[in-house]
């Protein structure tokens, strides 16, 4: 393909992503305002009982309170919400009055990047490598056995694995003791622990994201497995590949010029899709574990009716998802130089 008819399907691409965004945006302003009750609701509603205020008086000191001018018509909040938002600025947290929206993000997210991420990262790697052996070994004993492992994997929920291994490593006692003590298993790191970038810390860290890190991991890896096998087998039975081997070019070359290459193109677009939902897969675990990152930081937003983090957490999610969908096309112009040809000749 060449550079200029490359550069101008990217940007088509691009264009798209940012349409789809500002819907994304917009949809998001509305439906969270469509959630009945909010946090100045219940203030003004409390000041009103418990301090026998007047409507109008406790509207003003939670006007003050939660800096927001609660006179102002929706269509005033949705292109003020616009203008903030592409600047990351989505205001202050109404249950924590004067904490910025982003900073709480910038606080919790990293936590969250490095579990869900670290799952889903040895899930893909050992699932491709996995899953590539069962394509070539279809007649092993093995092959069926680690296929119904992994179909398994693929189909339990992840809240169940991560029960299991809570269970399995902090409750069950194995030679009069548990795996992992409790306490370790709940939280981002021990009481006592002095954060920064010192052994004990990052020892202590690591323990504590083992569990959530392996269920995962374990929830991701029956798909990568069966995914990869599906599409090497589908490589095997090529004619390109059938004559690559007639040439007698080498194993190593065939596996990864001809089927390697190949059998990743979709792949790469499942991973993109996983790795934008990242933070909606942490939503359950996060909550069993007691672990703060941005998936408990969201279900504790949205049972407070805390609008501003919400739609922050909410757009950064979208963001995410669009823009890894937008990498995914990067990657197969990559890795694919035809698909451009496809798209085109297909409308």
């Not at 070359?253 to 790795?275: D, Q």
Request: glycine share 8%; hydrophobic share 50%; proline share 5%.
């Amino acid at each position: 393909m060449k550079p200029k008819a490359t550069a101008l399907y990217l940007l088509q691409r691009l264009l798209k992503m940012l349409v789809t965004v500002w819907v994304v945006m917009t949809i998001i302003f509305f439906l969270v305002r469509l959630m009945p009750s909010n946090p100045v609701d219940r203030y003004i509603e409390d000041q009103m009982v418990q301090y026998g205020m007047t409507y109008e008086d406790a509207k003003t000191r939670a006007s003050f309170l939660f800096d927001m001018d609660l006179d102002q018509p929706l269509m005033a909040q949705y292109l003020e919400y616009l203008g903030r938002a592409v600047r990351l600025d989505f205001g202050e947290s109404l249950l924590s009055p004067g904490v910025p929206v982003m900073q709480i993000i910038a606080a919790r997210l990293p936590w969250t990047l490095f579990t869900v991420g670290a799952g889903l990262l040895l899930s893909f790697l050992v699932g491709i490598v996995v899953g590539t052996i069962l394509a070539f070994h279809r007649d092993k004993w093995y092959e069926p056995l680690v296929t119904g492992i992994a179909s398994f994997l693929s189909a339990v929920p992840d809240f169940l694995l991560a029960i299991f291994l809570l269970l399995f490593f902090g409750v069950f006692t194995w030679g009069g003791s548990t795996l992992i003590p409790i306490q370790m298993l709940r939280g981002n790191y021990s009481m006592g622990v002095t954060p920064g970038w010192n052994l004990a810390f990052i020892q202590d860290v690591f323990l504590h994201a083992l569990i959530p890190i392996l269920t995962y991991m374990l929830s991701q890896l029956g798909v990568w497995i069966l995914l990869m096998k599906g599409c090497t087998t589908n490589c095997l039975n090529t004619d390109y590949v059938t004559m690559a081997k007639i040439r007698g070019l080498p194993p190593g070359k065939v596996l990864f010029s001809y089927i390697g290459r190949n059998a990743l193109l979709p792949i790469v677009t499942e991973f993109a899709m996983r790795l934008g939902f990242i933070v909606g897969g942490a939503l359950i675990i996060e909550q069993l574990f007691v672990y703060q990152g941005i998936g408990l930081e969201l279900l504790n937003a949205t049972n407070g009716r805390d609008y501003p983090l919400m739609q922050g957490v909410f757009l950064i999610m979208s963001i995410a998802i669009v823009l890894c969908n937008f990498l995914a096309e990067v990657f197969y112009v990559i890795l694919d130089p035809r698909i451009k040809g496809q798209k085109k000749g297909g409308g």
